[in-house]
Each structure stands twice: as C-alpha cells, then as structure tokens.
C-alpha cells in the first residue's frame, strides 16, 4: 500500500499483478461541501457494513493545503475507533494532482483495497472544485450531500451536480428545513427530464436517522447498475478516467512539467519574455524537434 502511496518504483508491476483480482467491489463517492457531514456519514455507514459483515475501505482525500498537508485532525479521531477493525482499511491521500482533481493514485489506492476484497469502498471528497466533478468517474455510485440552512439550498448546488448524483442525502435531518431541501430537490428533478429518478435521502448523524435506508439505497443501486449495463457503462467510464490520469501523470513527469510552477525554464523565459507564445510554447513540448524561435 505504502509503494502505491508514495508512488516508489515497482508500484505499477505490483497493481498489474492485482489487476485481474479487482472489478467486483462497489465503489461510493460521497460529496458535497465541507461541513455538510460527509465524514460523519463514512463513520457511521462502516459502523453498518461491519454489522454485515462487510470489509470496508475508507478513502479521504484532503485538500493538500501547503499548510497543514496531510489529514484533517477531526476526521482522524473520529474514525479512530475503526482503526482497531481489521476488518476497515483507512486511507488518506492528498489532491495533489497537477491538473486539479483526483489523482491517479486515488484509482491506485482502490485497486489495492479491492485486491484486499473490501467491499464497498468509500471516497469521501473534499467537496470542492474539480474532484466533485471526478468523483463520478471514480465511484461506481455518487453521493451527493447536502443540508439545510445554507440560504438558497437548491441554487447552492453546482451545476452539473445533477448530472452526476446517484443519491441525494439532506443531511442534518434533525435541523429545521430539511424537509424542504428534500421536496425541493425532487421538484427540480420533475422539471428538468430527468432520464431517471435521482433517490433522495434524509439522514441524520446525530440521531442515526436513515442510515439503514441510506445503506438499502446504495445496495439497491449495486443490483440496479448489474441488472443492466450500468456496472460495465460505469467500468468503461472507469477505465477512461484511470487510463487519462495515468497517460498525464506519466506525460507531465517525462516532460518536467509535474510540477505546478515547473517546466522547461529556457521555454518558460521565452514565454514570459514575449519572445514565444504559449501556444507555440505547447507545441514545442509536444513536438521537441522543433526548434525554439
Ligand atoms: N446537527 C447535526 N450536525 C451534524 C450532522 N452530521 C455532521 N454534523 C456536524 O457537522 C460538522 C461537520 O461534519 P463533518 O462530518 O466533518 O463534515 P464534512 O466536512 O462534510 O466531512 C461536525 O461538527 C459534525 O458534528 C447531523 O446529522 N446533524
Ligand atoms: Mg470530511
């Protein structure tokens, strides 16, 4: 796991070698904005899988402040008392991606835990930015969490989030208002054409309130996909995704460009000199036969 991590030389001859034994765990994507319970939502859905005797994988994926880096204090304790469970595998990673978003790593990571059969396997994003978009290229099922008492609830959410929900959670149920956010995410369902019907969830953390139908929900939304051509359609979108972040990631690397402020510096002093134009500059990477102007 820790060759995956840091990424150590071998790691890809390692995954290949698990690659044959994966493709059947369900993977949850959970988001929504920070704050919004998502974490508390991962501790208390293990605590349930485990009452079904199902190993779990936990995947966080914190903001890779240059500050703090590393893992949110809060969420640590809170999943302590999982730690001891042989039975739950927990995992942070960084969005150190170059491009925004979920790194490669983050399929990586996946790949070891269905290799170690955890099943399902929980993504819980930071909420922000290009890894909500991500996340439905990664989860098999996207859950997305939202609360009351934000203002404007429904408008808060980001465009396309419709797109890429499986479920929808209104979480802090035992607040004021939920009810509401709950009636109107399905009153925005019945106005657009939806091609299908996006399940809406009260859940509340603090009472345990819709935990067990949030979990029936995911469960019935694993039979949907396989009783269809859901599964396969969400394994090729997959695929797609792993395979793009892979062929990046590995394009960045070889051109010194991994980096957010890196590059070729005498094609960087070009740019900023006005001497070449970024797009020339582009090309000239893509193509370093080509002489520089
Ligand atoms: N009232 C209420 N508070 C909650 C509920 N779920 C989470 N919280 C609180 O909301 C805060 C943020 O929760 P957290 O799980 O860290 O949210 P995340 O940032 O989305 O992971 C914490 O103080 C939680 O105790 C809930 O169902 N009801
Ligand atoms: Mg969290």
Same mark, same amino acid.
């Given at each position: 796991?820790?060759?995956?991590? +840091? ?48 190993? %779990?994988?936990?995947?966080?994926? +914190? ?5 703090? =880096?590393? /893992?949110?204090? =809060? ?12 039975? %739950? ?46 996340? /439905?290229? %990664? ?34 149920? +035992? ?52 009783? =269809?051509? =859901? ?15 892979? /062929? ?23 740019? %900023? ?21």
């Amino acid at each position: 796991m820790r060759l995956v991590d +840091d990424r150590r030389p071998g790691f890809q001859a390692e995954l290949a070698q698990l690659w044959p034994h994966t493709g059947s765990s369900q993977v949850i994507g959970i988001t929504g904005n920070p704050g919004s319970g998502k974490s508390s939502l991962v501790d208390l859905l293990t605590t349930r899988y485990r009452a079904l005797g199902r190993r %779990v994988g936990v995947l966080a994926v +914190d903001p890779s402040s240059p500050f703090s =880096g590393g /893992a949110i204090l =809060g969420d640590r304790i809170r999943m302590q008392h999982h730690s001891a469970d042989p039975g %739950v595998f927990i995992r942070s990673l960084a969005t150190r991606g170059a491009l925004g978003g979920l790194t490669a790593s983050t399929a990586d990571t996946i790949i070891v835990m269905e290799a170690l059969g955890l099943d399902p396997i929980i993504v819980e994003t930071v909420g922000v930015g290009q890894d909500e978009v991500d996340i /439905a290229r %990664v989860a098999h099922c996207t859950v997305v969490v939202t609360v009351p008492g934000l203002g404007d609830e429904i408008q808060n959410l980001k465009a396309g989030i419709l797109e890429i929900a499986d479920l929808f959670v209104v979480n802090k149920a +035992d607040r004021e208002g939920a009810d509401q956010v709950a009636s109107e995410l399905q009153q925005m369902q019945r106005l657009g054409v939806a091609e299908r019907e996006i399940p809406v969830l009260l859940t509340s953390t603090r009472t345990g309130a819709g935990l067990d139908q949030l979990v029936e929900a995911l469960e019935q939304h694993r039979r949907d996909l396989l009783e =269809g051509d =859901g599964w396969h359609h969400r394994e090729l979108l997959r695929a797609g995704r792993h395979l793009r972040t892979l /062929a990046v990631e590995a394009f960045l690397q070889t051109h010194g460009l991994a980096r957010e402020d890196a590059g070729p510096r005498a094609l960087l002093e070009a740019v %900023v000199a006005r001497r070449v134009d970024p797009w020339a500059a582009a090309q000239t990477i893509l193509r370093p036969q080509e002489v520089l102007p």
